[in-house]
């Protein structure tokens, strides 16, 4: 118990402007139902701008975009095989609050 009274009257650590940044870009990345479903593809296995567009039923251009976005905020990364370039998920600890919050929508 008394650890939980030291937690309680810790110090307050305040964010720096950058992560706090960081973090609002982050969490606008996953307040976009197109990025969210990108996200949540990608976290189960990598895929082509094509393979995404067919299987989320988006134009290609609407894709590439909404990559655009989350490669800036290094949230995919990518990998070029001959012509065809590849996506996948670039931060674990983005794809796992993107689960949580998933799981929690769907907890009755």
């Known amino acids: 118990m008394e650890n939980n ?3 309680l009257h ?5 964010l720096d402007e950058e992560t ?3 973090v609002s870009q ?3 990345a996953l307040s976009d139902s197109t990025r ?4 949540h593809l990608l976290s189960q296995r990598e895929c082509s701008v094509t393979e995404i567009a067919e299987q989320l039923s ?3 251009s609407t894709v590439s975009h909404q990559l655009r976005f989350l490669k800036n905020l290094r949230l995919v990364k990518f990998r070029r095989a001959g012509q065809t370039i ?4 670039d931060d674990r600890h983005v794809v796992d609050l993107l689960e949580q919050a998933i799981d929690h929508a769907s907890h009755d």
């Open 26 to 28: 982050t969490f606008k």
């Open 36 to 39: 969210i479903r990108i996200l």
């Open 5 to 7: 009274n030291e937690a």
């Open 58 to 60: 988006l134009l290609q």
């Open 20 to 22: 706090l940044f960081i």
């Open 10 to 14: 810790a110090p307050y650590q305040s």
């Open 86 to 89: 590849y996506y996948s998920h």
